[in-house]
């Protein structure tokens, strides 16, 4: 395994056309992460060359924002019904839509029925996806032949499956694991109804424990694998943290590459932020104190400008260890310290915080739901961001935390030990530390931890320091779209 892309430009010449397929992307559809960096990728590549155009499902939400479609390719039959390419644009997005109502022609999150089950027909709808992108890549739409395909997690994993195919030269393709907990498994009598033949149910394609495994495929066929940070890389490619894909990670080598994920520092900017109370920067961070009375006031907390306000914006499973916090909020509230917590998900945490927030208002504030104005709010007002997570491949709400000034608490997990720098002691008097981290994901560490900032905080001169350091982290997606250009310039170089 290694930690990032070697090779520069090699020799390659002109803009490198990259097909990126992903299954949501912000700012049209999103429910985490995937969404920011697939939204974020091209912008971040033009500088270095690279043109990515992006595949994306015809849910309602992005047909409706699609300026100029023009139909570039017809299906008369994708997983038993028509469908179509639409190409057009939408937020500064070079846009490939796939308009086929049957799969994708349903409102709300992505996946998820109104009930919050599954879509039950998940493997066709995003095995249809995979197919048409690896049409594409093969040339289906006149004109448009992309150097390399980049899918994101398992709902495109499939891709390389579907190019096995046909026989010819086809673009190579970079599988991008944003989380190994999101396999995409699904019974092997699928396997005709996705257009797969019977020896596509092997060891060495698409079998996976007795089922067909999307992601299986992915990781095993790709021509590189990344993940979103180097210590996550380490992590699944380990037997403890690979989720049974471990060994076939770690049989990769040196295919499998960690490149940190980025944060759109034009979407998240305090300078310029229209969704907060008050603007600021690293040379007005008193400013923010705005921001921080505004957030009380949303929540019903008290407005004390001295109390330490903690907050949290995430997705509520157990990936993300808030029942940690609730676990912790007895401590939370003898220490003095306050909550703002926005988030949704399982339902035995959100009626916990929800109850939490009736038994102690004034101290304990949550909304449950999902609202991006909120986040930056929280973003901005709070003294400290936490993310307990048990994994996290990278995490993104702690670096919008940096970039705001919120001092982030994290897991030392994944990305989260590889973005902030721990408040330890040779940390503090180099001063260097951005943030404060613990481990193991346990109730005792992480309420120390909590104590810990509680101190931090009460010592002015050392939390000032501690912020204008996070907000002085390059969290750009700099360093990080260097690297995948010179990986898709040293893909699309080899014969
Ligand atoms: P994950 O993708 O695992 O959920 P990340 O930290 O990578 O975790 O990304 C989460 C993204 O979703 C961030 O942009 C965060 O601000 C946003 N987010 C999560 N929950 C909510 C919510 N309830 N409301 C608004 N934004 C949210
Ligand atoms: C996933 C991960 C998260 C990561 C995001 C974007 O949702 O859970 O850690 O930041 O993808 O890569």
Redesign the pocket.
Same mark, same amino acid.
């Given at each position: 395994m290694r930690a990032e892309a070697v090779g520069g430009d090699t020799g390659v010449m002109g803009p490198l056309h990259i097909l990126s397929v992903a299954s949501e992307v912000f700012p049209l559809i999103?429910t !985490?992460?995937?969404a +920011?960096v697939a939204g974020a990728l091209p912008a971040a590549l033009r500088p270095h060359g690279v043109e990515m155009r992006t595949l994306v499902p015809g849910y309602p939400a992005v047909l409706e924002r699609l300026g100029d479609p023009q139909t570039v390719a017809t299906f008369d039959d994708l997983m038993d019904d028509r469908a179509r390419v639409l190409q057009g644009s939408a937020a500064g997005l070079d846009l490939l839509v796939l308009d086929a109502p049957h799969l994708f022609g349903r409102p709300g999150n992505p996946y998820l029925t109104p009930d919050g089950e599954d879509w039950p027909d998940n493997g066709l709808r995003f095995g249809g996806l995979a197919r048409v992108a690896a049409e594409i890549a093969r040339g289906r739409i006149d004109s448009y032949r992309p150097d390399v395909v980049h899918g994101h997690d398992w709902q495109a994993a499939m891709v390389p499956a579907y190019l096995r195919q046909a026989s010819g030269e086809a673009p190579p393709f970079v599988l991008t694991v944003?989380?190994l907990a999101f396999q995409g498994r699904f019974p092997r009598a699928l396997l005709p109804a996705l257009g797969l033949p019977d020896d596509a149910f092997a060891l060495d394609g698409v079998e996976y424990y007795g089922d067909i495994g999307f992601l299986k495929a992915g990781v095993l066929m790709a021509d590189r694998v990344t993940t979103v940070s180097p210590s996550y890389a380490a992590e699944i490619a380990s037997e403890g943290g690979g989720m049974g894909l471990g060994g076939l990670l770690q049989g990769r080598g040196e295919d499998l590459i960690g490149i940190l994920?980025g944060l759109d520092v034009e979407v998240w900017n305090p300078a310029t932020d229209p969704l907060i109370a008050q603007t600021y920067d690293a040379a007005t961070p008193a400013r923010r104190a705005a921001n921080k009375a505004a957030l009380q006031a949303r929540f019903g907390l008290d407005p004390r400008a001295d109390a330490p306000l903690f907050g949290v914006?995430?997705?509520l499973t157990s990936?993300k260890g808030l029942d940690l916090l609730l676990a912790a909020l007895p401590t939370l509230l003898e220490m003095g310290a306050q909550l703002a917590l926005?988030?949704?998900g399982e339902p035995s945490l959100e009626a916990g915080f929800r109850a939490a927030a009736e038994v102690a208002p004034g101290h304990i504030g949550c909304v449950i739901?999902? +609202? %991006?104005a909120?986040?930056h709010q929280i973003q901005a007002g709070c003294d400290a961001l936490l993310v307990p997570s048990r994994f %996290?491949p990278? !995490?993104?709400?702690q670096l919008?935390a940096l970039r705001y000034g919120a001092v982030p608490v994290v897991a030392r997990t994944g990305g989260l030990a590889d973005t902030v720098v721990d408040a330890n002691p040779m940390a503090l008097s180099a001063g260097v530390a951005t943030g404060v981290q613990f481990s193991p994901v346990e109730q005792a560490p992480f309420e120390r931890a909590l104590h810990q900032v509680a101190a931090l905080y009460r010592d002015k001169p050392t939390w000032a320091r501690l912020q204008a350091n996070a907000m002085a982290t390059d969290v750009s997606w700099n360093a990080s779209a260097a690297r995948y250009a010179a990986l898709y310039r040293q893909l699309a170089a080899q014969p």
């Open positions: 999103k !985490g992460g995937l +920011d944003h989380n994920n914006v995430s997705r990936q926005l988030g949704a739901g999902y +609202d %991006e909120l986040a %996290e990278c !995490g993104l709400t919008s």
